[in-house]
């Protein structure tokens, strides 16, 4: 069973940085993508970054310039560096997993979530 454990949020001031890191355990297969999804309060959840173990990322609009993903492929491993915050960066963050490729065999994995908050 793939557990996804996150850590690094916190409170941060508009302009300050925080990195997130998420850790993957219970499996030896390499995931087909790892990533960040976020939900605000009122807001629904959204994708934040994502990483393919091709290297493919993938970034909201919103965090483009600001935010970046990268991954170990040996510690099973996705990490988000967030600089620039901004009070709409606040939300809790969820890391995901993807195993098992695209189709319905495949399973997604996910955090239990670390709060974000920027205010100043």
């Known amino acids: 069973q793939v557990q996804l454990v996150e850590s690094g949020g916190g409170l941060a001031r508009p302009g300050e940085s925080l990195s997130l890191s998420c850790a993957a355990s219970?499996?030896?297969?390499?995931?087909?993508?790892m990533g960040w999804y976020r939900q605000a309060p009122g807001k629904q959840r959204e994708l934040v970054a994502r990483?393919?173990?091709?290297?493919?990322?993938t970034y909201a609009d919103s965090v483009k310039g600001r935010f970046t993903i990268s991954g170990d492929s040996v510690k099973f491993a996705v990490y988000l560096q967030m600089n620039s915050l901004k009070p709409e960066d606040t939300a809790v963050y969820y890391c995901?997993?993807?195993?098992?490729?695209?189709?319905?065999?495949?399973?997604?994995?996910w955090g239990k979530g670390t709060l974000v908050t920027v205010s100043s």
């Open positions: 990483i393919t173990r091709g290297t493919k990322t």
């Open positions: 995901y997993s993807r195993y098992g490729g695209w189709s319905e065999e495949g399973m997604d994995y």
């Open positions: 219970g499996s030896t297969v390499r995931p087909e993508a």
